[in-house]
């Protein structure tokens, strides 16, 4: 069995309690996921079986959530789940603060995970040292917000907006929610946050266990093709004799009509297929004596 999952992941499980109950499901041993996800967060997990596993450093990058903050407090953990360290009733804060605050966190912004996080300071887990009693905070880190929209606010004296939120790999919406409330003098927190989308995968299409076990039960799950998720990469074709070889590891010279990236910076990354369609896995491009040759990256179709 090889392609992906699109599992909704419910709260209370971290992402590598859904690999062990997928691995379980499946009978199988080689699954993988996409993209963390805290334990309380729920929403789109991707995640791989059999050897798609090696497939998930070439999927699409961008992440969508649906989150909401409550404004007057502060945690150790910038979420629910860490200890309360600052309560302030703010009833008199509006929307419209929010909403002009909010214009600092779009675009390329810079960005300091929490200290609860699995992000590595000289070797070790943030929340492992922050565990120890240790005040060692990540160094902050370039992200990109793409999308930022309010979708619901609620007065009150720990006011709580709801957003909605399209960024790029590596960014922390607990990291959102606090440094919000630190530009609003407020404190800030995360409360709820839902994934919808990830690695081209949406919450509307996803299965919870529940789903998955029926659809075994009954015969009828089938794993989402690796095509399905490779649309945003270039694809060439290859003819049968340079199909073969190329999945025997060989490097293979340009074919004539094969679309060859820019050299000035299209990407050298593309999908293979043979001539009847069935994909073979990833190839770079590269510059060589002999000409342009397709190097396999990772073979998904052997021999």
Request: overall charge neutral.
């Amino acid at each position: 069995m090889q392609g992906f999952l699109n599992l909704n992941k419910p709260a209370g499980f971290t992402s590598h309690d859904c690999v062990a109950k997928v691995r379980r499901s499946l009978q199988m041993k080689r699954v993988g996921h996409g993209g963390t996800l805290d334990p309380a967060a729920t929403g789109v997990l991707p995640i791989a079986l059999g050897r798609a596993t090696r497939l998930l450093q070439y999927l699409r990058q961008d992440k969508a959530y649906r989150a909401t903050v409550r404004l007057g407090m502060a945690t150790t953990t910038d979420d629910l789940e860490g200890e309360t360290i600052l309560t302030q009733p703010v009833p008199d804060l509006s929307l419209e603060t929010v909403r002009e605050a909010l214009q600092a966190f779009q675009g390329k912004i810079q960005q300091i995970p929490p200290n609860y996080s699995a992000i590595q300071v000289q070797g070790q887990r943030l929340y492992d040292r922050a565990r120890r009693g240790e005040s060692i905070a990540a160094l902050p880190r370039s992200v990109e917000v793409f999308g930022l929209e309010v979708l619901e606010w609620r007065g009150g004296a720990f006011p709580e907006v709801e957003l909605a939120i399209g960024c790029g790999p590596g960014t922390y919406i607990r990291s959102i929610a606090r440094d919000l409330g630190t530009a609003l003098h407020t404190g800030g927190v995360l409360t709820a946050l839902s994934r919808t989308a990830s690695c081209g995968l949406h919450l509307a299409d996803s299965l919870n266990f529940a789903d998955l076990e029926a659809q075994l039960a009954h015969g009828h799950f089938a794993p989402i093709p690796p095509a399905a998720l490779l649309s945003h990469l270039r694809s060439v074709a290859l003819s049968a004799d340079k199909a073969r070889r190329w999945c025997q590891g060989q490097r293979i010279i340009a074919e004539a009509e094969a679309t060859v990236p820019d050299p000035l910076g299209e990407p050298a990354i593309v999908q293979v297929y043979n001539q009847d369609g069935q994909f073979l896995g990833i190839g770079q491009w590269v510059t060589a004596a002999e000409g342009i040759l397709l190097v396999p990256q990772m073979v998904f179709q052997e021999g």
